[in-house]
């Protein structure tokens, strides 16, 4: 069945970088849409970035601009989400998503695919 593997949090102290990946298997990862959502204890989940199957266009959730920014290899079948400038607000659960043909999709029901998530914690 689909994989989607997270992989590079960890703790960091506040203004720090993490850069998290997301290798995808069994699936034609260049039809399909990617994205990034976040979870903290308590609140539900939130997109943090998304970006198109087709043209690489990306978009971001307002806590993240400026400082994140998606990219995807598609030869690698990887999304990655480079953070940096973190703040302890952005301690959660990250998680990759794959969404067919999607075209930066903000919603977390229009996907189709998840991750187990990892781990991201920023100390202050």
């Known amino acids: 069945q689909v994989q989607l593997v997270e992989s590079g949090g960890g703790l960091v102290q506040a203004g720090g970088s993490l850069r998290l990946s997301c290798t995808a298997s069994?699936?034609?990862?260049?039809?399909?849409?990617m994205g990034w959502f976040r979870q903290a204890p308590g609140k539900e989940r939130e997109v943090v970035a998304a970006?198109?199957?087709?043209?690489?266009?990306?978009d971001y959730a307002y806590s993240g601009q400026g400082r994140f920014t998606i990219s995807r290899v598609d030869t690698k079948s990887t999304v990655y989400l480079q953070m940096n400038s973190l703040k302890p607000e952005d301690t959660a659960v990250y998680y990759c998503?794959?969404?067919?043909?999607?075209?930066?999709?903000?919603?977390?029901?229009?996907?189709?695919?998840w991750g187990q998530g990892t781990q991201v914690t920023v100390s202050s």
């Open positions: 998503a794959a969404k067919l043909r999607g075209n930066r999709a903000t919603q977390s029901t229009e996907y189709d695919y």
């Open positions: 069994r699936l034609t990862f260049s039809k399909y849409g």
């Open positions: 970006i198109s199957w087709y043209d690489g266009s990306t």
